[in-house]
């Protein structure tokens, strides 16, 4: 319900409770507002968008009713979800074009996954930025802070909070070059 703030107090003051509940109701002051010759709109919508959430029942079912919107959305956006029922998404999850998303992989809040990543089954990602074409998991934790370069590797039963992983360029060269070059 939208109501102008201008109005909102005055006739909220005016809702009683005289009914079998003894209960206010909001919408009420849809009648209190036509008592004073106001206008009122009525916006059709889809059901789920305005489900009543009184339990916790109730929040399960209307969670579950988001995800399975939000997981064919992903799959729409370009995105393979190997057991879609299984992937959780955040609200603000962001999720590029070919990426493959294994069973039983939870996304917390603030993961940006770039194009072109496989995140393997039973990951669990919260707060982390995965770049074009890296590898996660299986069973690999990014915690927030972490940070996975373009076309790197994270293995099983890894756990990265505030660290930047990113590839190491290949040299040609015989293994003392390489330890000479500080990369190491």
Same mark, same amino acid.
């Given at each position: 319900?939208?109501?102008?703030?201008?109005?909102l107090?005055r006739?909220?003051?005016k809702?009683g409770?005289?009914?079998?509940? %003894?209960?206010?109701?909001?919408p009420?002051i849809?009648?209190?507002?036509a008592?004073e010759?106001?206008?009122?709109?009525?916006?059709e919508t889809?059901?789920?968008?305005?489900?009543?959430?009184n339990?916790?029942?109730e929040?399960?079912e209307v969670e579950?009713?988001?995800?399975?919107?939000?997981?064919?959305?992903?799959?729409?956006?370009?995105?393979?979800?190997a057991?879609?029922?299984?992937?959780?998404?955040?609200?603000?999850?962001?999720? %590029?074009r070919?990426?493959?998303? %294994?069973?039983?992989?939870?996304?917390?809040?603030?993961v940006? #996954?770039?194009d072109?990543v496989t995140i393997?089954?039973f990951?669990?990602?919260?707060?982390?930025?995965?770049?074009?074409?890296? #590898?996660?998991g299986?069973?690999?934790?990014l915690r927030p802070?972490?940070?996975?370069?373009?076309?790197?590797?994270?293995?099983?039963?890894?756990?990265?909070?505030?660290?930047?992983?990113?590839?190491i360029?290949?040299?040609?060269?015989?293994?003392?070059?390489?330890?000479?070059? %500080?990369?190491?």
């Open positions: 319900m939208a109501v102008r703030a201008a109005d107090w006739l909220l003051a809702v409770n005289a009914n079998a509940a %003894g209960e206010y109701y909001l009420d849809v009648m209190l507002a008592e010759k106001r206008a009122s709109a009525v916006i889809d059901p789920d968008e305005v489900a009543g959430v339990s916790r029942a929040l399960a579950g009713l988001w995800q399975r919107r939000r997981r064919a959305q992903a799959m729409a956006d370009g995105a393979s979800l057991a879609p029922e299984t992937v959780w998404f955040a609200w603000d999850t962001k999720i %590029g070919d990426v493959t998303i %294994g069973p039983n992989v939870v996304f917390g809040p603030g940006a #996954i770039a072109d393997h089954a990951c669990h990602l919260e707060g982390a930025v995965v770049a074009r074409g890296a #590898i996660v299986p069973y690999a934790r802070g972490a940070e996975i370069g373009a076309s790197a590797h994270v293995g099983n039963f890894v756990e990265i909070k505030k660290a930047v992983i990113d590839t360029p290949t040299f040609n060269c015989d293994h003392r070059t390489f330890l000479a070059s %500080g990369i190491v």
